[in-house]
């Protein structure tokens, strides 16, 4: 995609219906969305955050990452919020062939698997976010069919953006969000200076306004 904005438009929804974008919902629900973790600069201090607001996420964390970072990814478990899959080596899913793509996931998903931890049991969670968003028709069929459910977002807070400032990340996020929408950030050295600025605010923001943050669903029946 040449043009990215911060509200995914209908039409590219339309394009890929069976990739989970949003959820319909009449509850003031927000499914806020960490990815490229585990890092120890940041996922720790997300995690503090996310406790002060008694609020939870999903992690989708790259598998290499969790090698390194094995207990980090331990304590989002034990933390109570979702898993999910993104890649083991954070591949482009337009460079790569399917079969090398699915190889690649489903190593992060074995990583997952051998770094779990009780009470939380990952063998029902498949949920994969492809990186850069970067995902083929064919390669997301495929993944379906492996008993993936493909996340995708309906706001993207450009938290990893120079360009974006740490405000401009904070209002883009609290202007365009709905209940119901799943919103991107990384919990990565690299989209800090926004994260740190951006999610506080957007974390106060919403519970004044009597919303709760919620991991996403893991069943996807
Ligand atoms: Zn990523």
């Given at each position: 995609?040449?043009?990215?904005?911060?509200?995914?438009?209908?039409?590219?929804?339309?394009?890929?219906?069976?990739?989970?974008?949003?959820?319909?919902?009449?509850?003031?629900?927000?499914?806020?969305?960490?990815?490229?973790?585990?890092?120890?600069?940041?996922?720790?201090?997300?995690?503090?955050?996310?406790q002060?607001?008694?609020?939870?996420?999903?992690?989708?964390?790259?598998?290499?990452n969790?090698?390194?970072?094995?207990?980090?990814?331990?304590?989002?478990?034990?933390?109570?919020?979702?898993?999910?899959?993104?890649?083991?080596t954070?591949?482009?899913?337009?460079?790569?062939?399917?079969?090398?793509?699915?190889?690649d996931?489903?190593?992060?998903?074995?990583?997952?698997?051998?770094?779990?931890?009780?009470?939380?049991?990952?063998?029902?969670?498949?949920?994969?976010?492809?990186?850069?968003?970067?995902?083929?028709p064919?390669?997301?069929?495929?993944?379906?069919?492996?008993?993936?459910?493909?996340?995708?977002?309906?706001?993207?807070?450009?938290?990893?953006?120079?360009?974006?400032?740490?405000?401009?990340?904070?209002?883009?996020?609290?202007?365009?969000?709905?209940?119901?929408?799943?919103?991107?950030f990384?919990?990565?050295?690299?989209?800090?200076?926004?994260?740190?600025?951006?999610?506080?605010?957007?974390?106060a923001?919403?519970?004044?306004?009597?919303?709760?943050?919620?991991?996403?669903?893991?069943?996807?029946?």
């Open positions: 995609m040449l043009f990215v904005p911060v509200k995914t438009p209908g039409f590219i929804k339309k394009l890929l219906p069976n990739f989970i974008w949003e959820y319909t919902t009449t509850q003031k629900v927000l499914y806020l969305t960490f990815d490229d973790g585990p890092t120890p600069e940041i996922t720790h201090w997300t995690l503090k955050l996310l002060q607001f008694q609020a939870k996420a999903t992690f989708f964390c790259i598998g290499k969790i090698e390194l970072f094995p207990d980090i990814f331990r304590d989002i478990i034990l933390q109570g919020h979702g898993i999910g899959n993104h890649s083991h954070h591949i482009k899913g337009w460079q790569i062939n399917t079969a090398k793509y699915l190889s996931i489903n190593q992060a998903q074995r990583t997952i698997k051998n770094y779990t931890v009780p009470p939380k049991n990952t063998n029902a969670k498949r949920l994969f976010r492809p990186p850069y968003g970067q995902i083929t064919k390669q997301g069929k495929v993944l379906i069919q492996e008993g993936y459910a493909v996340v995708t977002w309906s706001i993207l807070s450009f938290d990893w953006d120079k360009n974006t400032t740490p405000e401009s990340c904070y209002q883009n996020i609290i202007k365009h969000t709905k209940a119901g929408d799943i919103v991107v990384h919990d990565s050295v690299k989209a800090s200076k926004n994260l740190m600025y951006a999610l506080p605010r957007v974390l923001y919403f519970s004044a306004r009597g919303y709760q943050f919620h991991a996403l669903p893991e069943s996807f029946n």
